[in-house]
């Protein structure tokens, strides 16, 4: 195990510098430049000159990215261009654990309720629960996230008036959020379960179980879920990743002030630093998942070696 965990380490670190290499030039190639907005419109060119030469944009584009390199090498992820003393090392600090909180509670949710509809939908094929369940699958799939909020927020918070639009002061404020989040995810678990659970109920060792007079429950939550939960737990990974690490969507809509608001802002402000910065902590974050659920797939399905 120990020489497989090694080298997906060694294949995560080459990915992750292919990512940062990636993003770096093409955000430099993007027309225009951190300081080339209307904001700055009215500074002299001479001023302007000075700010870029103070940040280093000036040099080449080679000694930018070793300069970037170097320093992200001793955990210095760089300075906002847009926000003035803040560096990306804050906004990370800052954003991360509020995008975490929202997307704990949204795993948990997509966990808790994603699978038992597709071990229902599986076990009660043909029937209206396999109907229902397949029904909010496929509205879960389709209804893209922005849409899916400002519905929420029209009938929960405007027409009902239950619960509140924005923030998180309270635990009212994180139903819609984590609903939100929550309802796609959902649908593609409810999918891959109830799709691996009827091929797992073909099986023939399913059949001799059966045949030894073992209740129809135990043989559903011992021996088919157990093997039907191998592509939940692989989707497991990068699910967990995107919910903790924010969804910009959802954080935007209801003024979360997490990971999305800073991601979104730097986009829009051609703020290299933060881009590349969020873009590092996501792509991290998406390795390290997929490395915990590699290992648990191992640990679930003895069938799995991990050795080579």
């Known amino acids: 195990m120990l020489r497989y965990i090694i080298k997906r380490v060694i294949a995560g670190f080459l990915s992750l510098f292919m990512l940062i290499t990636l993003t770096f030039f093409l955000l430099h190639a993007i027309p225009g430049g951190p ?8 500074t002299s060119e001479a001023v302007l000159e000075q700010i870029e030469d103070m940040y280093g944009l000036n040099d080449p584009i080679y000694i930018q990215y070793l300069d970037y390199l170097s320093n992200l090498a001793h955990g210095n992820l760089g300075v906002s261009f847009s926000k ?18 929202v997307g704990v509670w949204a795993v948990l949710l997509s966990l808790v309720v994603g699978v038992p509809l597709g071990v229902t939908a599986a076990v ?12 909010i699958a496929t509205i879960g799939v389709s209804v893209p996230s922005f849409v899916l909020c400002v519905l929420a927020m029209y009938v929960f918070c ?23 989040l929550a309802f796609g995810k959902v649908a593609y678990i409810t999918r891959l379960t109830r799709s691996s659970m009827l091929e797992t109920m073909q099986q023939d060792y399913i059949r001799t179980e059966r045949s030894k007079g073992i209740p129809e429950r135990t043989v559903i939550g011992r021996y088919a879920l157990k093997n039907s939960i191998l592509p939940v737990i692989t989707y497991l990974g990068p699910m967990i990743a995107s919910l903790i ?10 003024s979360i002030p997490g990971l999305g608001k800073y991601f979104v802002n730097a986009i829009s402000d051609r703020d290299y630093s933060v881009t590349l910065g969020l873009t590092v902590f996501v792509g991290a974050m998406i ?17 799995v070696k991990i050795d080579k």
């Open 35 to 42: 300081f080339s907005s209307e904001e700055y419109r009215k």
């Open 84 to 101: 003035l003393n803040y560096s990306v090392n804050d906004l990370i600090a800052n954003g991360a654990p509020v995008s975490a909180k």
């Open 124 to 135: 009660r094929r043909g029937h209206f629960s396999d109907g229902l369940s397949m029904v």
């Open 158 to 180: 405007d027409q009902l008036q239950l619960l509140p639009t924005y923030g998180l002061t309270s635990w009212k404020h994180y139903i819609l959020p984590v609903a939100c």
């Open 245 to 254: 690490t924010g969804t910009f969507i959802v954080e935007k809509v209801f």
């Open 287 to 303: 390795i390290i998942c997929n490395l915990i659920v590699d290992i648990l797939y191992a640990l679930v399905d003895p069938r």
